[in-house]
């Protein structure tokens, strides 16, 4: 399977020379962008890596247990559920229909099984979102792409939910912090 990015964002400026159709490699790119970012169809999601990086994997479990509080390499059953959450934040798609399938539950299992752990999909979710906001605004990540990440459809949105959490604004809460 040929895996192609569908288009590129930068932030640095169109360069000086002449891109035909502003493309790099064949690839639609847009400069002048917020991040630095690589698009692929979602269709290649599902791809099996023909060798995996464990050492990779071990550093960014470590990050994920030290900055944001998560056990990811636990047997227990809320902590697999939030660290799929947290994976699955990073592809937009933060369902209960999305993690239950990474688990090969139907949906109302995956609600029984937290219910007899004392939690709710709702929970872990909020959980998730509120640990990724404080850390992805440390990492001085733009509010619109904090808003996307934790699955919210518009700023305003992530925006009310913040202050529902923390009592001040994300930038408020950027400039107490700085």
């Known amino acids: 399977m040929n895996i192609k990015p569908l288009k590129i964002h930068l932030v640095q400026e169109k360069p000086s020379f002449n891109l035909k159709d502003s493309k790099i490699v064949g690839i ?17 999601e599902g791809i099996q890596t023909l060798s995996a990086n464990e050492q990779l994997l071990k550093i960014f479990e470590k990050e994920a247990e030290e900055t944001l509080g998560f056990k990811l390499s636990q047997d227990d059953f809320k902590e697999k559920i939030s660290s799929l959450i947290l994976v699955s934040s990073t592809q937009l798609d933060i369902s209960l229909n999305n993690i239950a399938s990474k688990t090969g539950l139907s949906s109302r ?4 099984r937290l219910k007899e752990e004392g939690t709710t999909f709702s929970k872990l979710l909020l959980e998730v979102r509120k640990k990724l906001s404080i850390y992805y605004l440390c990492k001085e990540m733009d509010l619109h ?3 996307l990440n934790l699955g919210y459809i518009d700023l305003s949105s992530f925006f ?3 202050k529902k959490w923390y009592g001040v604004t994300p930038s408020e809460y950027k400039t107490l912090k700085v």
């Open 28 to 44: 639609k790119t847009y400069f002048n962008q917020e991040e630095n970012a690589i698009y692929f169809d979602k269709s290649i």
């Open 160 to 162: 009310r939910a913040f």
């Open 109 to 112: 299992v995956l609600q029984m």
């Open 145 to 147: 792409t904090i808003s």
